[in-house]
């Protein structure tokens, strides 16, 4: 092999690194921001700064990267308050286990469920119906804001947030 082509192979598997977050190219991954969407499952992204304040989402984003080692992250809130449909999406650069992070909630193994490429728990007592998804790359999740919502329900929205942040 020339040493042109061995440059082609370390490129390439340092692209790969960067784009699957695998090796040391895996911290400029998770250092990339996270956009998240104007509209998530037909609901607005809540802007207003008094709402997202009583909902504490930035207070919450700004706790979530402290402790993942300044990973980026973000919280945000669709529908509206007032509505039968609010949806908190949580999403997070860099992988989390989230076998591990279920088993350490506490959700009884009747109460997860996969949806598609989601892994949901349904709501229990007063935690609510919660979504995730994940990669090497990024873990986003979905929850309800209301009660009683399946996670038939909190599932395609946990995709659709996990595909328009990546």
């Known amino acids: 092999m020339t040493v042109g082509g061995i440059l082609v192979v370390l490129l390439v598997l340092a692209l790969l690194g960067y784009l699957w977050g695998l ?7 998770t250092a990339r921001g ?3 969407p104007a509209k998530l499952a037909g609901l607005d992204r809540i802007t207003d700064q008094e709402i997202r304040g009583q909902l504490q989402l930035d207070q919450t984003r700004d706790a979530l990267s402290r402790i993942n080692d300044g990973k980026q992250a973000t919280v945000e809130a669709y529908g509206n308050l007032d509505g039968n449909r609010m949806f908190v999406v949580i999403a997070l650069r860099g992988k989390v286990d989230i076998d591990k ?5 506490g959700a009884a193994p009747d109460q997860i469920k996969r949806v598609g490429r989601a892994t949901c728990v349904e709501s229990a007592g007063n935690l609510p119906t919660q979504c995730y998804r994940g990669s090497n790359t990024l873990t986003v999740i979905a929850q309800s804001g209301n ?12 995709e659709e947030a996990f595909n328009a942040m990546k």
């Open 23 to 29: 090796g040391p190219l895996n911290r400029l991954n």
């Open 147 to 158: 009660d009683g919502v399946a996670v038939d329900a909190v599932a395609p929205v946990a």
């Open 34 to 36: 996270i956009t998240p």
């Open 101 to 105: 992070t279920l088993a350490d909630s």
